[in-house]
Each structure stands twice: as structure tokens, then as C-alpha cells.
């Protein structure tokens, strides 16, 4: 049972991982140990920028359309590798960090659904 009520609150750590996945994401063309395309390289600086900052509005003031943002974000950042062409382990990171930038923000959207938008925004403060 308190599994269950871990889940159906959302708590500041989410948005926090939120901050350090689009701090990853930003610079992962430079984790890999590849050469990296122009265009991979400012896809993933700007996905990443924008993911930190929408991860930075939730933590303030949440808002349903933040994680509704952050789940495209992720959804395009799996999406990227095959969008551009590029290979190699820089695909394989998109693709999982998307995959997680994608889940955290489903789960920061069902924990703050049934929730009123003047409960969300006194959350952050």
C-alpha cells in the first residue's frame, strides 16, 4: 500500500530528474565516443534545453501542459535518430533517455490528473 500512495503524489525528486535528464540529453552528443552529425548534435542540445526548462516550470508552478511537453519531447527524441538517420550509440541514448523523459512525465500527468489547476499551482509554492 505505500507503494501505491508513492506513486499518487507528485513529489519535487520527479522534477529534479526531469532537470538532470535534460542536462544529459544536452550533452550526450558528447558522452558518446563517436563522431556526431551538426544536426544530432543541436537536436539534442535544444531537446535537452527545453526538457530542463519545462522540468524547471514544473518544480515551480505545476501545470498539465508541461508534462504534456515533456512527453513530446520525449516522444521526439526517440523518434530523432530514425528522423535524421544517425546511428550508432548515439541512437541507442536518444532512444532511452526519450524513453524515460517520456515516462516520468506520464507519471508526474497521472499523479496531478484528478487534481484542479489552483491545486497544482499552489503546489509549487
Known amino acids: 500500500m505505500a507503494a501505491i500512495r508513492f506513486f499518487n503524489i ?4 520527479e522534477d529534479w530528474v526531469g532537470m538532470l535528464l ?31 526548462g519545462l522540468a524547471q516550470l514544473a518544480y515551480v508552478s505545476a501545470r ?5 511537453a515533456e512527453a513530446a519531447c520525449g516522444v ?13 550509440a548515439l541512437r541507442y541514448w536518444h ?15 497521472w499523479q496531478d490528473w484528478a487534481r484542479g489547476d489552483k491545486t497544482l499551482a499552489r503546489r509549487g509554492q
Not at 565516443?33 to 544536426?39: E, F, I, R
Not at 498539465?64 to 504534456?68: A, F, K, L, T
Open 95 to 109: 532512444f532511452s533517455l526519450g524513453a524515460i523523459v517520456v515516462l516520468i512525465a506520464v507519471l508526474e500527468l
Open 22 to 52: 535534460g542536462m544529459v540529453i544536452a550533452v550526450s552528443p558528447w558522452l558518446v565516443v563517436q563522431s556526431v552529425d551538426q544536426l544530432a548534435m543541436w537536436n539534442a542540445i535544444f531537446v535537452g534545453a527545453f526538457i530542463f
Open 64 to 68: 498539465r501542459w508541461e508534462e504534456i
Open 10 to 13: 507528485h513529489r519535487p525528486w
Open 76 to 88: 521526439w527524441l526517440i523518434a530523432s535518430p530514425f528522423t535524421f538517420a544517425y546511428t550508432g
